[in-house]
């Protein structure tokens, strides 16, 4: 994958995926990105899902299946991430986590393009408001990174 962004843009991503080693997401997610062909590039991803896709698992994938419920994907995902951050993918997800007291962290980027449609991220918050802390705030080229620690109720 190659994205062509400022220097302090590339600093900030480059940063953040060297922290990660596990993703968790979303069935629609996991769909939209066509499985990613098998192999997440950062690292093994843990989909979220009631029902295991046809043709899935596959051999040699890094990509596995989570029946069982939120708590249990985040157990396993962690394992897999040997110490090292998971990040997550997909406002379902996300929301899902944040309701279950999951989440540690939240990355916002703000960019100057509205997309106009799609799964709003904070909607459905069952314990709002949710306190997040004060963010780091890398200034890039049409963007701006945000990173907020959510504060535990």
Known sequence: MTFKVSEPSAKHLRRLW??????LTGRRTFEV?????????WGPAFVLTHHVPAGWPR?????????D?????VSQAKAA??????????????????NAGLLDEIHVDIAALLLGSGVRLF????GAPAVLGNPAVIAGVDV??????????
């Open 81 to 98: 991430a040997a110490g090292k951050s998971v990040g997550v993918h997909g406002a379902d997800t996300i929301q899902q986590l944040l």
């Open 144 to 153: 701006t990174h945000l990173r907020y620690p959510v504060r535990k109720a």
């Open 123 to 126: 909607d459905h918050l069952a």
């Open 18 to 23: 060297s922290e990660l080693g596990a993703v």
């Open 33 to 41: 990105a066509d499985g990613w062909g098998g192999n997440h590039a």
């Open 59 to 67: 051999p040699n994938s890094t990509v596995h299946f989570v029946t």
């Open 69 to 73: 419920g939120i708590e249990s994907a």
